[in-house]
């Protein structure tokens, strides 16, 4: 409640708590005029008991947009220790993949890693790798970009889709010989969890093996050499990031495009009978679903209250200057109003109305995440991500009306003429408010069919690098027959299955599916 008056001229505080401080109280009012006078901007972020942070943007003219690489401290400072080198941690128990075509380099990263006892598999090829990963879970796999045939962008995509496969969410950290901001936001983008250049060092892959590895596998050496459990701490004492991404559950997207140091995500709830759950935390979607049916109990889903929002927000804010967080169509959920009001005891958080639900509201997501990962500020991205949102395409066919009824998304009367006359209305969100598009007659699949045939109209544009088929209740082979559908009408570069989360999934119930892509930018 103090922070509006930080930069006034003369204004202390607390009179009685600071009455034998010294000073005038000017020093952060000449501050701002300082700054102000420059062009420039302050802010301030604090966190009870945590600490305060401010922060000062001064704009700068570009002189050349030439790229003049990547200046990686760590990575020099490294460089220049490598002598006396040793070791930070064992992991015996840990398996991991290394991914590149030429034998040199599979045969230098196994031996850099051979004294932290780490399991290391290779493999020669894109093809090979894709076998490897269908016998055995890894806990890490790092993935040569550029190979012969299939490419690592290639078959970091087919290890995610992979039916049947073990390493579906495995962090994949890519290997590249190609600098710059550009090529880093490529591979965030396509859905790495972290990138090295060539040529790794040990301390570079250990340094991601820490990253990413359960803290339950390895044991840290310490200073004097002994072998210890690696403490919090040392995990967490990392430089703060620009700008955090952070959304709700209800984004439907797959745990492997969601980085730990790029994205921050908040639960909702879901409220039965038996208990209130955090969404996808205590509670999954087929549980949740199969828990209905058999109990013929309907269940609540519940947006997190200001105050969940607020201590949301400050964790993050303890990893990065600003927080951009994105939020489901104010229309659809109360999410969105309760995280904008408690972005207000911040300076440095700012909220987005999606306009969508699912993974339309995730697809918003990872163009926020690739704009972070490209470097822009969190005043460009908010810009950025209102005109993109009119993009968003977002639509599903529901085979069970009454989830929608309970939910208070259409009348009785209109689900029992459902019922009735075998009917599937595709709700569709436009304009940040939810309606029912169409209505078809007939068979479940005969409306999917129809359904699908009539999403891929040619009018839209549709950007074909990523489609989204998000859906609840639905069997494999009930979802080969819907890809097979989708692949006879359009060649899709990238399909992603997801799951709808528990908190999307009870108020549309089983059996329904949605197609969620991007149309093309009309620039």
């Known amino acids: 409640e103090s922070i509006p008056y930080l930069f006034q001229a003369f204004k202390r505080i607390d009179e009685s708590e600071n009455r034998y401080i010294e000073g005038t109280g000017l020093g952060l009012s000449i501050v701002k005029q300082l700054v102000e006078l420059m062009g420039g901007d302050i802010s301030v972020n604090s966190v009870y008991t945590k600490g305060s942070t401010f922060i000062i943007t001064i704009p700068q003219k570009v002189v050349s947009n030439e790229e003049i690489g990547e200046l990686d401290l760590e990575t020099r400072h490294g460089t220049n220790q490598r002598e006396s080198y040793k070791q930070s941690f064992e992991a015996e128990k840990a398996r991991v993949l290394i991914v590149d075509d030429n034998e040199m380099n599979r045969m230098v990263a196994k031996k850099l890693l051979r004294d932290t006892k780490v399991m290391v598999d290779t493999a020669e090829s894109g093809e090979k790798c894709l076998k490897k990963s269908l016998q055995t879970r890894y806990d890490v796999i790092f993935m040569d970009h550029l190979m012969p045939e299939m490419d690592g962008i290639e078959c970091l995509h087919a290890i995610r889709t992979q039916m049947g496969g073990f390493n579906q969410n495995t962090p994949v950290v890519a290997l590249t010989a190609n600098a710059g901001s550009e090529n880093k936001a490529l591979y965030f983008r396509e859905g790495f969890d972290g990138y090295l250049l060539k040529p790794v060092s040990g301390v570079q892959l250990e340094e991601e093996l820490i990253r990413h590895l359960p803290k339950n596998l390895f044991r840290q050496f310490n200073a004097e050499g002994t072998v210890g459990m690696i403490e919090a701490p040392i995990l967490e ?286 620039e």
Not at 322 to 333: D, G, K, N, T
Not at 341 to 359: C, H, P, R, T, W
Not at 408 to 434: D, T, W, Y
Not at 452 to 481: P, Q, R, V, W
């Open 237 to 522: 004492h990392r430089k703060k990031v620009p700008v955090m991404i952070s959304t709700d559950t209800t984004s439907d997207l797959p745990d492997y495009l969601i980085d730990e140091n790029l994205a921050a995500v908040m639960p909702y709830r879901v409220k039965t009978e038996g208990g209130e759950f955090l969404d996808g935390v205590e509670t999954e979607t087929d549980g949740i679903l199969a828990y209905m049916k058999e109990r013929g109990e309907m269940a609540q889903s519940e947006a997190p209250k200001v105050s969940d929002y607020e201590e949301f927000f400050a964790e993050q804010l303890t990893k990065a200057q600003f927080v951009v967080h994105i939020s489901m169509a104010e229309s659809v959920s109360p999410g969105f109003a309760n995280a904008l009001e408690a972005s207000k005891a911040f300076d440095n958080v700012m909220v987005i109305d999606s306009g969508q639900l699912s993974s339309g509201m995730g697809l918003i997501v990872l163009y926020a995440l690739s704009c972070a990962a490209g470097g822009m500020g969190a005043g460009d991205i908010v810009q950025k991500l209102k005109a993109y949102k009119k993009q968003i395409q977002t639509s599903f066919i529901v085979s069970e009306t009454g989830y929608l009824m309970q939910a208070g998304k259409i009348s009785e009367k209109v689900h029992k003429l459902c019922q009735a006359f075998m009917l599937h209305p595709v709700v569709v969100l436009k304009n940040g408010r939810m309606k029912i598009k169409k209505i078809y007659v007939g068979r479940r699949k005969t409306a999917w069919k129809k359904y699908i045939a009539s999403t891929f109209n040619k009018e839209l544009h549709m950007d074909k690098k990523m489609l989204f088929i998000t859906y609840a209740g639905l069997t494999n082979d009930e979802l080969k027959e819907i890809t097979k559908e989708v692949r006879e009408k359009d060649a899709i570069e990238n399909i992603i299955y997801q799951k709808a989360s528990p908190a999307v999934a009870i108020n549309c119930g089983p059996g329904t599916f949605g197609l969620l892509f991007a149309k093309m930018d009309d």
